[in-house]
């Protein structure tokens, strides 16, 4: 059985250990307290977010790349709206990651001949990781359906709402 002090002693040699080693300890508690702080907005930042469903590269059309979105309504070709609000744009992609995508068989059952159509044109501006770049969406409003290449998608309510208030907040002509 062991005696109070031999308890004292060894923990009295342990920190002994540790003040030896202060300088190796700092630098571990300032590295954690860095990736703890600095972890997050990394992370969200970064590619690893798959935009799975649509079948691209992640860094192709990733939500932080994407900055400006432009429409044209197949009712009125002529007068084209763009948008700018990277927040709105950002919540939109991450809404479109969550698109099911249709079967064959399901495209085949729906008709999308002589539906309206908002066409979608996704700004990707240029950075160190991808070129500058548009992409097509194409968008039913009235069967909740997305075309992107050659795929077409079923969109949540979230998806809806978001293009709702992205369409109603759009500015009239083209981002320069």
């Known amino acids: 059985m062991h005696s ?3 308890y004292v002693f060894s923990w009295r040699m342990r920190l002994l250990r540790l003040k030896r080693h202060k300088l190796s300890v700092s630098l571990s508690v300032i ?13 969200q930042e970064s590619w690893l977010d798959p935009f799975g469903t649509l079948n691209v590269p992640n860094r192709e059309l990733h939500p932080h790349a994407i900055t400006k979105l432009g429409m044209v309504n197949s009712d009125d ?4 709206y763009y948008y700018t609000n990277e927040g709105k744009i950002q919540e939109l992609m991450h809404d479109l990651q ?18 309206k159509v908002q066409y ?13 770049e ?18 077409a998608f079923r969109i ?21």
């Open 4 to 6: 109070f002090s031999c």
């Open 31 to 43: 590295f954690l307290l860095a990736v703890l702080i600095i972890g997050p907005p990394v992370y």
């Open 77 to 80: 070709p002529f007068h084209p």
């Open 98 to 115: 969550r698109a099911t995508p249709l079967s064959s068989s399901d495209q085949a059952l729906v008709s999308l001949e002589n539906q």
């Open 120 to 132: 979608f044109t996704l700004h990707r501006t240029l950075s160190h990781y991808h070129p500058e």
């Open 134 to 151: 548009d992409y097509a969406l194409l968008y039913y409003p009235n069967k909740g359906i997305i075309r992107f290449r050659e795929q």
């Open 156 to 176: 949540n309510e979230s998806t809806v709402y978001t293009l709702t208030q992205i369409t109603g907040d759009m500015t009239s002509g083209w981002w320069k």
